[in-house]
């Protein structure tokens, strides 16, 4: 029985994990493990006025807000019997896209396209696709400008309220966003057929069931009063429960969800799946030129689609805007009522969220809210289990952890909105040990002493490395002597890396952690700036097999002395290496 984890997703929003139990050439088991506790938001809400609670909702997440504040209101007028004007709803639907480009292009860009281009980050993955990563930062910000505009804030906007917003653009402010929209064309189209293009790897493939919004009049879009799935029903929007039927699961703080019984799908692929054929304009356009079977079977196909849905959301733009130019403002519509029940269920960027409601008394009495990535959780684990158990079959074991990490990662889960306290788990004393010896069973790893021996503790590292070279050990490097034997870019055996340095986990000085460097790049602050080298040097298949062993630093001031508590943990490591 062995183990294949990915402890820590890299490139996701959120603290999560993949792990896959092996029994001989059997996948036993797959998790998705959500780290993140609960933030029992819906209990929050108890006892709140409907105002109250449509702005404390979206700080579940700073990434959707405005998805969870479109749900909300439209679940609040709902139940309060609320009709809003043509205006708003178009206005609340150009936050919408705007949120969908913001997301969409992260995502893609920064997130996924190094998976595919074979770099380790979209700041390495600058080194060959510069434009390409410097407009998607443009589309991101243009994204957050709309935002900004319709709501208020680049985040957690107050500018809508139940019955309307506090104000509406001005009309240069919507027809700088039309322009905008229009110039950015070009490279939306070039986007499409990059990420339409994509090799994506046939494994894992098989059928499932897609769920989203049935848009209003029946055209492709975001919102909606009832549910669809590609199965061909339609469900209410009040029945919402038939179709998520949530269950608690043991390894996650997010609960799962299954449609009779089995797993299914939300997101930009279920919405390309369902409703594609009603694309218009270039995106139809696109659609027709790239769509296939695959799309229906492959969940890497995800990237494609929201990648084809940047493209709807330009094209729409300029016509809600024209729409919106035509229409004078108009006032917040008061209620009255004081009881009632409601849903609303809108498309966030990741898929079919769903927020529901009672009101007693003026007070809300009932809260639930169910997201796309806790809607996802089953499918994602049951393609990641397809994955392993095929690529064990063709006995390319290897490749599983990274199979299943791209799997996960194409789901674009939202982890902090899934979870809805936190768990704090501490490694086993001297944990680095067991990690060092196992990686030596590996190979024998080469070593780079890493830091600046005239700031204290921060020499930790060269000052490893110049013991380990005065006991003899081969392969020992400074961090000035990389760019002279170019041993991190151009080894060609795969042995393993370690780097030594001081690095900040906020520990008792002294402590001495090991991880993936991957991870320690992600996660953590270097005491120093070895991080651009590292990215822009370092083939993808050798970062993977890199590690960093980190001393927790007393202090980093000037001077050449390091403190009695990093020097003892120097001598424990070159006692471990030389062992």
Known sequence: ??????DHLARVEGSGGISATIDGKVVTDVKFSIYEGPRLVERLTVGKTPEEVVNI??????????????AALRAMENALSIKVSTKVSLLRDLMHLGEMIESHSLHIYYLTLPDYVGFPSAI???SKFELEVKVALEMKEFGNHIMKTASGRYIHGENPVIGGFGKFPTREELIWIRSRAIQFMPFILKTVSL???????????????YACCHPDQNKYGLVGDEIMLSTG?????????SLTNEFVVSHSYAKHSRYRE?????????????LGEKLKGQAGKMYKK??????RRNPLFNNAAQALEILYAFERIPKSVDKMLRLSSSPIAEYTKKEGKG???????????IHSYEISDGLVSYTDLITPTAQNAEDIERYCYIAAQKLLEAGDEDKIKDRMDLVVRAYDPCISCSAHMAEVKKAPAEDWKAKLAAIKEKAPPMFVGVGNRNRSDDGAGVELALELKKLGVCDVYLESELEKHRILWEYKDLRPLILFDAVDFKEAPGKVTLLPLNYVIDKTRLSHKILPFISMQMRYKHLKNAYMLGIQPESIEEGTKISRPVRQAILKVLKEIKN
């Open 124 to 126: 390495a993955m600058a």
């Open 233 to 241: 029903e339609i469900i209410n929007k009040d029945d919402y429960k």
């Open 1 to 6: 029985m062995k183990k294949i984890s990915v």
């Open 343 to 353: 849903t609303g269920i809108v498309e966030a960027p990741r898929g079919l969220l």
């Open 290 to 295: 790239y769509f296939n079977p695959r799309w």
């Open 57 to 70: 909702v979206p700080r579940i997440c700073a990434i959707c807000t405005i998805s969870h504040k479109y």
């Open 195 to 209: 990420f339409c293009e994509l090799d994506y790897p046939d494994c894992p493939e098989e059928d499932t069931v």
């Open 262 to 274: 089995k797993p299914y799908s939300v997101g930009a692929l279920a919405r390309v799946n369902n």
